[in-house]
């Protein structure tokens, strides 16, 4: 049955309508409230038995026929609180009492009686006058709804723009309605004779009426004839003509919003051809909400419909529900009109801020073939707000780059298209939806506001229950959108893009710079007149415009990652035109196609409509490392197809499952990813692929395996059963070695490759699979031997050799007749090194630093040139490893000794010396490890021992009353030794050193010049400086036993130089006696002529007798 919908209460009440008093027995009463909390109205709802609720003169007062339950209760006050959010209120409101009874019709009306404003010369009605302050003059109802038997729909309440229940009548938008008409949209034409359409407006005119225009433009006039096809009044010219049915109501309010769009809203006399008698009492906006048509998909009212109330006197903040509307055609229009929060008088946005109200909209498209280009953000977070809705045909909306659309209330829609066809969408800045329920690209014409058994519509879809199909109207005969391009961003918490059962789109076009984070859903399952499914493409890669829009071409740079599902099994061909893209998600699509030049990756299972199919002309690549793509249907790969794969030698590998028919043709490429592969490793491709049934065969099968040291052998098989093998060769390693040392770790790590090596495989992995030109091999090779510790060892033995000079030299520098004369000495002696030695000769590139102190006791008899004594030296030697050993080591030292000396008081031209001492140290390394992606730190830590002797000697012969030269000579021997050594840290790159014993035998040869100075009193001032040549008599180098600590089967020998053969060093200082027993020297020397080294050393001396 088709239902007609109009306005109950024809008749209007008498002036002196009787009115229930406030005591009568209603069943309940709750509070229409608005955001701020403040009540608007006061709602009383009336069962059978708690009297009438609603009452006209000379009438039957109205009883309710049955009673509300909670669930409708609640459906009529969200109706009601969503006019509490729009109606400003005055600051001393009364809330207005509404009474809600029930009758049997299948129908619902609202009414509030006429009232008279003071001052007015036209009517407004009661409900009107109590929401601007007035008709506080007694105790009564300012409005009446009945509700009667409609199919109403019971669905939980959500805010949403569009009707939600696909089969009936929304019922928070029905008492929206109604309540529209007790707020004054009600027309106070009646018939002259009763039962005959002879309908004049009434001797006062009310806010509706006062507003309205005929066909000509002429205002209405009260007791004014109306003429209109199926009227039965006399032709007059003083009549309102609407023969035509294009009457209008307009306004100032109406007309700003309209902006010359049309002359004003449209009103009718007919409804499908036959004359509603409820005359011009509705908004006839295509589907609007508030007309009378049979098919309306608005919830809420439009904004020149809320301009129509402004009009009429009642206050509202219009721009707190649209940011801006267009209702012209065929504009070109640069939207800068932004949506957002508004300031609490509600005249300005704040700039930046959300708007919070219910079903707000920041813009709505009315008109058609629009060029739109929104450049202003439109933010709300209210509850079924929408950032932008379009409506009518043919209109053309860009998100311009940089613009923010949000719609991130509960149900909100960032973008909503919602009739028409042909239109199009162009997304290149930020839309989202992130509230629950949210969708950020929503293309649904929604249902039927007065349900869809009266009418539904969609993308060639037109039918109602009782009539089935019905002709399609041209604004249905085409996709909703023609084509959606997206280059930004698209966020929806329900979904990122979702069509509906009854909308199409022709092309979806994700381009360069596209983000899409949620679903992408199509419930469209419709077939054209030759049973073939409507079909949307979902392109993903093609070519774009400096617009954004897509053009023909791949996009080679394309990129982007979804994660999410696609559904759409009877709608959506998913096509990859061209880059690189990774899906990763359960999607059921009619079918997919990779293009040539195309790569699809991801983690996903495709369940493909029983016509579709996956073709494969470019390359599909399972997962994102490894992964699985599951395809529930046939795959076909063409001549230029490639399926690569991954894999390997742990068992990670990727998977590709078809529960099909496989058609094989083109290549399949296995790559080898970073790993431990022992050699002769297999993999066969049955492990990779499972198929329901197969054909054909790959023309091409290889693989790609990135590595200086594997290599990787393809063995075609019978059937599409195919497998790859890895091979290392016996110098995969030593190839690379820059040195001796170098090439016996490479032998080394090769010789034990052939074993699993579980301890050290990450080693091997980083090794295998570092740059193929081997330098980062060559590099490990280095930073893995013990480089850094024979750096150390060559540091103490070069410490002690200076320390062991520093001794014997110890009374030729200083050697004043005070000092050499019988008795106790003693001296004091701080010293300091630092040095620096390239890699050359065998020696490890390092920085030395060294402080420390030399002190000790001594006494010579009377008559004896002897002098014999004690020494201790306490000193830390740091040495730095550099490129390309990396390591930090320490050795702490304590040496204990006897020296003597021969220099006779009558005859200091003679000088002899000799020493011996033996010490302990406490030695440390840090060392670290980092080459290609490997990364080790290593600390080890052990106590040595040490021994050093030595001889000196020295003749100085006058040359000058104050100057003495002569040629000195010396000989020092110095023994090290380190126990073995166990590193901890990283175990792949651990190191167990065996112990290490080192000795060297140093000569020195060379030339002495001395001045002396006699000053005041004992006072004496001494300078000296000596060239000497060294030379190493013993093997420079000490052979180092290594294995690395997880695998003993890695186990080599390095040589380590612990010395340069030969040098020349330089010695200069000067020394200053206060008085015969004292002196005070300081000394500076050099190496020189040893290749790579540069150094410098220093001492203070105190010597005392006493």
Request: charged residues 20%; aromatic residues 8%.
């Amino acid at each position: 049955m088709k239902i007609k919908r109009k306005h109950r209460f024809l008749a209007p009440a008498a002036a002196a309508l009787a009115m229930l008093p406030l005591a009568a027995q209603a069943l309940d009463v709750r509070e229409a409230r608005n955001k701020e909390g403040r009540t608007a109205f006061e709602v009383r709802f009336f069962g059978p038995g708690d009297g009438p609720y609603f009452v006209l003169d000379g009438e039957t007062p109205e009883t309710s026929t049955f009673t509300l339950d909670a669930a409708q209760q609640q459906k009529i006050m969200a109706g009601l609180e969503l006019w509490a959010d729009i109606l400003a209120l005055p600051p001393d409101h009364v809330p207005a009492i509404i009474n809600v009874g029930t009758f049997e019709d299948l129908n619902a009306g609202a009414y509030s009686p006429p009232y008279k404003v003071a001052g007015q010369e036209v009517e407004s009605t009661l409900l009107q006058a109590a929401m601007n302050g007035g008709a506080r003059d007694g105790a009564f109802a300012h409005a009446f709804i009945s509700v009667g038997r409609l199919d109403f729909d019971m669905l939980d309440y959500v805010p949403s723009q569009l009707a939600r229940d696909p089969g009936k009548v929304d019922f928070s938008a029905v008492i929206f309605h109604e309540l529209g008409h007790a707020l004054g949209i009600a027309n106070n034409v009646e018939d002259k004779t009763e039962g005959v359409p002879t309908p004049h407006f009434g001797a006062t005119l009310n806010q509706w009426s006062a507003h309205l225009r005929d066909d000509n433009g002429n205002p209405a006039r009260p007791g004014q004839a109306v003429l209109c096809q199926g009227c039965q009044n006399a032709d007059s010219g003083d009549a309102f003509d609407v023969r035509q049915d294009k009457g209008y109501f307009t306004g100032a309010h109406v007309q700003e919003v309209l902006a010359g769009a049309m002359p004003g809203l449209p009103v009718r006399m007919l409804s499908d051809g036959e004359l509603d008698d409820d005359y011009m009492s509705h908004i006839e906006l295509r589907n609007s909400l508030m007309s009378h048509q049979a098919y309306r998909n608005y919830v809420n009212f439009m904004e020149a419909e809320l301009a129509a109330l402004q009009d009429m006197g009642l206050q509202i903040d219009r721009r707190n529900f649209y940011g801006y509307s267009v209702y012209g055609d065929d504009q070109v229009l640069d939207n800068r009109n932004p949506y957002a929060g508004r300031n609490a008088d509600g005249t300005a946005y704040i700039a930046g801020t959300y708007n919070t109200a219910t079903l707000g909209l920041g813009l709505h498209v009315y008109g058609e073939r629009n060029r739109i280009n929104q450049q202003a953000d439109l933010l709300t977070v209210g509850g079924g707000a929408a950032g932008v809705r379009v409506d009518g045909s043919g209109n053309a909306l860009t998100i311009a780059s940089g613009t923010r659309v949000h719609a991130n209330g509960w149900n909100g829609r960032g973008v909503m298209f919602s009739y028409g066809k042909d239109h199009t969408l162009n997304v290149r800045g930020d839309v989202q939806a992130l509230g629950q329920d949210g969708i950020a690209l929503a293309f649904d014409f929604g249902n039927n506001s007065m349900g869809s058994a009266d009418e539904y519509r969609g993308s060639y879809i037109r039918q109602s229950e009782d009539e089935g199909a019905l002709p399609l109207l041209p604004e249905l005969e085409g996709a909703l959108l023609r084509r959606v391009d997206i280059s930004g961003s698209v966020a929806g918490r329900q979904a990122a893009l979702y069509m509906a059962d009854n909308a199409l789109v022709g092309e979806i076009n994700l381009l360069r710079g596209a983000r899409v984070y949620g679903d992408i859903v199509s419930h469209y399952d419709q077939r054209d007149e030759h049973g073939r499914l409507r079909l949307t493409t979902l392109s993903l890669g093609r070519l774009a415009d400096a617009q954004g829009q897509a053009i023909a071409g791949a996009d080679g740079q394309f990129a982007l990652r979804h994660d999410g599902d696609i559904r759409g099994l009877n709608n959506l061909d998913l096509k990859l035109a061209g880059g690189y893209s990774s899906l990763n998600g359960e999607h059921e699509v009619h079918g997919v196609e990779v293009a040539s030049g195309a790569t699809l990756a991801g983690n996903s299972r495709y369940t493909l409509n029983a016509e579709g199919v996956f073709r494969n002309d470019g390359t599909l690549s399972p997962g994102n490392s490894f992964g699985t793509i599951a395809i529930d249907g046939d795959y076909v790969q063409g001549a230029q197809g490639s399926l690569h794969m991954q894999a390997d030698a742990s068992g990670g590998h990727d998977r590709l499952t078809i529960s099909g028919l496989a058609s094989w043709d083109g290549s399949l490429q296995l790559a080898l990813q970073p790993d431990w592969y022992a050699d002769g490793w297999t993999l066969h491709s049955g492990t990779l692929i499972q198929a329901g049934q197969q054909q054909g065969d790959f023309r091409e099968v290889g693989a790609t395996l990135v590595s200086p040291t594997l290599a990787v052998s393809t063995q075609p098989g019978p059937g599409q059963a195919h497998s790859w093998s890895v091979t290392r060769k016996a110098d995969a390693y030593a190839q690379y070695a820059g040195s001796a040392n170098a090439r016996a770790l490479g032998q080394a790590l090769g010789r034990a490759s052939a074993a699993q090596q579980q301890a050290v495989q990450t080693l091997y992995q980083s090794l295998d699979f570092s740059r193929v030109d081997g330098s980062d091999v060559a590099l490990a090779l280095d930073q893995l031997g013990p480089g850094a510790y024979g750096a150390l060892m060559a540091g103490v033995i070069q410490r002690d050799h200076r320390v062991g000079a520093l001794l014997a030299a110890q009374g030729l520098y200083a050697g004043t007749p005070g000092l050499r004369a019988p008795g106790w000495r003693t001296f004091v002696q701080p010293f300091g090194y630092h040095g620096t030695q390239d890699g050359q000769r065998g020696l490890a590139s390092h920085r030395s630093r060294e402080t420390g102190v030399l002190a000790g006791l001594e006494h010579s008899a009377a008559g004896s040139a002897w002098t014999y004594g004690l020494n201790l030296a306490v000193s830390d030697l740091d040495v730095t490893s550099r490129s390309p050993h990396s390591g930090k080591g320490s050795s702490t030292a304590l040496q204990l000794g006897l020296h003597t000396r021969y220099q006779a008081l009558e005859d200091p031209r003679w000088f002899f010396s000799a020493h011996a001492r033996v010490g302990r140290d406490e030695g440390k390394m840090k060392r670290s490890v980092a080459f290609a992606d490997y990364q080790g730190e290593q600390d080890s830590h052990w106590r040595g021992s040490s021994v050093n002797a030595g001889l000196m000697g020295a003749y100085l012969l006058p040359v000058a009353p104050s100057v003495s030269l002569g040629p000195v000579a010396g000989l020092d021997y110095v023994y090290a030794h380190r126990p073995g050594v166990k590193e901890s840290g990283a175990p792949a790159s651990n190191l167990a050193l065996s112990s290490l014993s080192a000795d060297s035998l140093q000569s020195r040869l060379g030339v002495m010049a001395q001045g002396r100075w006699a000053l005041r009193a004992e006072q004496q001032l001494q300078a000296y400086l000596s060239v000497t040549w060294d030379h190493e008599w013993l093997d420079r180098y000490a052979t180092q036993g290594v294995r690395l600590r997880a695998s003993p089967q890695i186990a080599f020998d390095q040589r380590q130089a612990i010395g340069e053969r030969d040098a020349m060093s330089l010695k200069a200082g000067m020394s200053f006696h206060p008085q015969d027993n004292v002196a005070v020297r300081a000394s500076v020397s050099t190496r020189l002529f040893s290749a790579g080294q540069r150094d410098v050393g220093a001492d203070l001396s105190v010597n005392w007798r006493f």
